[in-house]
């Protein structure tokens, strides 16, 4: 029985400016993992490794305990949604089933047309005169209607209304209903890591930055503010360090909390605080607004 959806050892790959560092990622078969950071973290190359768009050494990237991103077992139980959707601008939506179906074992052109109607995507408009919610949506419904094991998404709500968001994120919760499915998305949006995350795991600057159980984090980090400055003994417990005009904030180990006095306040941290502190102390500069 297939224990691990996805499995990333080591990756690592370099482009210009940007370096993926050494990445590690394990997808649980079950488990939604929520892929999170700044824009340039590396989301959307560690994507890209995964469904086998680039290459992936050096390191190694297996699906369902094994396969090799582009084996022809993998295409068949893998679904992908990036930015665009990959069917031609000049396609009818109604005949996309028709055009790419057969190249699918499991194809299933009622499932795919009951997803059109949920998601109102016009049928017999043309892909390119789609909105780009409406493409999002079209690609979300071309990679379920072949009924996958694992569902890779990069940036699923992106361009979505607030109804749309919702009603997809409807179809993802039902899709993990089957305890043999997976899913893997990125995001910017928090509320769809409490919506569907059992994992998140963080990015910065190509490398991992925390991965861990969204209550987890809670549990783990804190936020703290004061007035000046932190003491000398302090600071180097302060990740990501900002100071502004009198004041200054960063990000704290929840249990180091007892080394900051009353006059202090520590509030509870959220994901979006874990990305922004942790990016800022990657780039090991003090931000001074």
Known sequence: MTTNAIEVRGLSR???????????????????????G???AGKT??????????????????????LRPGHPDVAQRLGVV??????????????????IGGFYEHWDEAWFHEL?????????????????????????????????????????TSGLDPVSRAELLDVLREFM????????????????LDALADRIQVLGRGRVVWSGTVDALHEEFAVVRG???PDPGTE?????????????????QLADSALFGPDVVVDDATVDDVVVFSARHHDRTEVTA
């Open 227 to 229: 007035a000046g400055r």
């Open 116 to 156: 059109l109607r949920r998601f109102e995507v016009p049928t017999t408009t043309k892909v390119g005169g789609l909105s780009r919610g409406q493409g999002v949506k079209l690609s979300v419904a071309t990679a379920l209607a072949h009924r996958p094991e694992l569902l890779v998404l990069d940036e699923p």
């Open 177 to 192: 209903t089957d305890p043999l499915h997976s899913l893997l998305f990125t995001t910017h949006t928090t509320a769809d």
């Open 82 to 99: 990036l930015d665009l959707p990959f069917v031609g601008p000049e396609w009818r939506v109604d005949r996309i089933g028709r055009r």
């Open 45 to 66: 190359t560690t994507i890209r490794s995964v469904v086998g768009m680039i290459d992936t050494e050096p390191g190694s990237v297996t699906l369902f305990d094994g």
């Open 38 to 40: 700044p824009n340039g």
């Open 236 to 252: 180097r417990a302060v990740i990501g360090l900002r100071l502004e005009h009198d004041r200054w904030d960063g990000l704290i």
């Open 14 to 36: 370099a482009s210009g400016t940007f370096r993926l560092d050494d990445v590690d990622l394990v997808l649980p078969v079950g488990t939604v993992l929520g892929l999170v």
